[in-house]
């Protein structure tokens, strides 16, 4: 009788049928090398950064929910589109000068201690703007309390703080955040106006700031919460202002053009829709913008890009310039709204770069300590530069016509472009130091 053998699980079976040797591998398979992880979800996995995004997200989502709320709700019950622009432009103006001291003093004490009190303040102006409207009281309780909501904390700044304190010296991640919180901001004031017009128009005229105002104090507790990812606080810094800091005073003019890019795109499409009977359709074709922008920043994130910061922004800028002549030959030429709206969506995957690349020359430009303060002054540019294209653009619809409009963002980004290149490229760098600085 034949004896069996004990075999191991790793020899092979040897046999023959008819004239084929036969070899049969018993052994364990081995798993396959596990496939690498993209650079956001490395971005992600890094201890206590989706708590904080999490929380973010939340707290910046009513950023592109208040104005809307505001107009719509004073619009609907004063019954005066004049007067609820005068309210939001007051609410502007008093943010681009209280921002910079709140962000100074979230530099000086810490998020938690700074952010969560000011988110507070702005909160019960919100509150006080909703019942003011509602109870009829006068005209200037309403600018009163608008401008009190100048004290909501700068969420994208925060966060943008957050991790260049966790990917400091690591260029290419901190590359990858940048694009991302680019991203969340075109994200964030995509469905932030789709969302308060919705609450508005099938609830009630206040419902949106109601909403906006529970999402921001929500938001910024869960993202104030997570202490173990904020930056450490600088009470007290010897380096000089960041408005003092050389090279920053001309991207903050970039930033200003780059802002007349945004604001008059805004007011031209919407008297463009109007004027050709689609007043509803308007909001999806500025959305279609914005999601082309959320995409090329997400694109953007994940490859690294040749070349420093400082020589990528003309590039960039002269992209955007190139772009935005797009709308403006579809409006002049077709006069389709359906055509204009492709434009927007190809033209709005120039400024996602842009603004990324702009972005990380302000945290290179901004002195140790003072992140913060940095970025809310390229914020108070972008806000500026809002207002003014949102001017610019509207005395263009009405004393011109609405394909006229288009080309004022056109000069703007050209505007953006020759202060880049008179900045960075025919004069020199502004901080020779930069040069020997790791690619961004």
Known sequence: MPQTTSRSRDTPLLTVTADTLVAVD?????????????????????????????????????????????????????????????????????TAVVAPWTARLVDRYGQARVALPATVFAVLGSLALLLCVRHGAPDWTLFASYAATATTPNTGGMSRARWAHLLKGDAEALHTANSFEQAADELCFMLGPVLAAFLCGTLFPEAGT???????????????????????????????????????????????????????????????????????????????????????????GAVRP????????????????????????AAGLTGSLVLLAGALLVAGMATAPTMVTTMTLVQRYTPEGRLNEGMTLAVTGLLGGIACGSAAGGWTVEHVSATAGYGVPVAA????????????????????????????
């Not at 989502?61 to 019954?79: E, H, K, Q, Y």
């Not at 040749?306 to 030959?329: H, K, N, Q, V």
């Open 26 to 94: 018993f052994g364990p398979r081995g798993r396959s090398e596990p496939r690498a992880k993209g650079p956001y979800r490395r971005l992600l996995a890094l201890p206590g950064a989706r708590a904080f995004t999490a929380g973010n997200l939340i707290a910046r989502l009513p950023m592109g929910m208040f104005g809307v709320s505001a107009v719509v709700m004073i619009a609907g019950t004063r019954g005066s589109y004049a007067l609820a622009g005068a309210v939001t432009a007051t609410g502007l103006a008093a």
């Open 413 to 440: 980004a050209a505007i953006a472009l020759l202060v880049a290149l008179c900045t960075f490229v025919l004069f020199g760098p502004s901080n020779p130091s930069t040069d020997s600085l790791p690619n961004h």
């Open 306 to 329: 040749a070349g420093s910061a400082r020589s990528r922004l003309p590039w960039c800028l002269a992209a955007m310039a190139a772009l935005m002549t797009l709308p403006l030959l």
């Open 210 to 300: 109601l909403a906006g105002a529970v999402l921001l104090l929500t938001g910024t507790v869960l993202f104030t919460a997570q202490r173990s990812t904020e930056p450490p606080a600088v009470r007290r810094s010897s380096a000089r202002a960041p408005l003092r800091s050389p090279g920053m005073r001309p991207l903050l003019v970039v930033c200003l053009a780059t802002g007349a890019v945004f604001g008059s795109l805004e007011v031209v499409t919407l008297a463009f829709a109007d004027e050709r009977g689609h007043r509803t359709a308007s909001g999806a074709v500025l959305a279609l913008q914005a999601a082309g922008s959320c995409a090329a920043g997400l694109l953007y």
